[in-house]
């Protein structure tokens, strides 16, 4: 199943994942929201490190709704696994 992912331009920690390409069952967060497609993600090729069964609530709400919002940040992946562990406690 392919779903995709936008943020909100006003707001760059707010998200949606959508079963609609265009992102149109996404409902506004403000009247200043507008929602922008970042990237499509299938769910039957997830990368190794992620567990699509922490992804359920996310699947029953896009099959429920068409939709899922959530707040968060975009982590740039390349650059954390190049980044040197932390000191140990």
Partial sequence: MLIYLF?????SEVFA???DPTGASIPPIT???EWIFLEALDTL???DQWDID???EVLDHLKTDGFYLFQGELLDV???AARPPGPQS
């Fill in 78 to 80: 390349a650059r954390a």
């Fill in 45 to 47: 090729k997830f990368p």
């Fill in 7 to 11: 943020r909100d331009e006003s707001d």
């Fill in 31 to 33: 009247p200043l929201t």
């Fill in 17 to 19: 994942f959508s079963l």
């Fill in 54 to 56: 922490d992804f359920q």
